[in-house]
């Protein structure tokens, strides 16, 4: 039975899934990042799917599992 995912991360895919329109999901790594974001912070991807169903998806699939990626915040 898998775990489940810290609170802080089911609550910000809540938050993303709420307003879906202020984000977009990256096509190199499928992070979430802002919608004026030009580069995503985590693979440098200029490509991403705006799409208000694909980025709820998203926000819900790494909602509900624990962070696989290393972020720049992991780095620093």
Excluded at 10 to 24: L, Q, R, S, V
Excluded at 47 to 57: E, I, K, S, T, W
């Amino acid at each position: 039975m898998p775990e489940s995912p810290p609170p802080n991360r089911a609550a910000a895919a809540a938050k993303i899934a709420a307003n879906p329109t202020g984000y977009k999901v990256c096509e190199g790594c499928d992070s979430i990042v802002g919608s004026a974001a030009a580069l995503c912070p985590n693979c440098h991807s200029y490509r991403f799917d705006a799409a208000p169903d694909r980025v709820v998806l998203q926000a819900r699939i790494l909602g509900s599992r624990e962070q696989t990626s290393v972020t720049a915040d992991d780095l620093g």
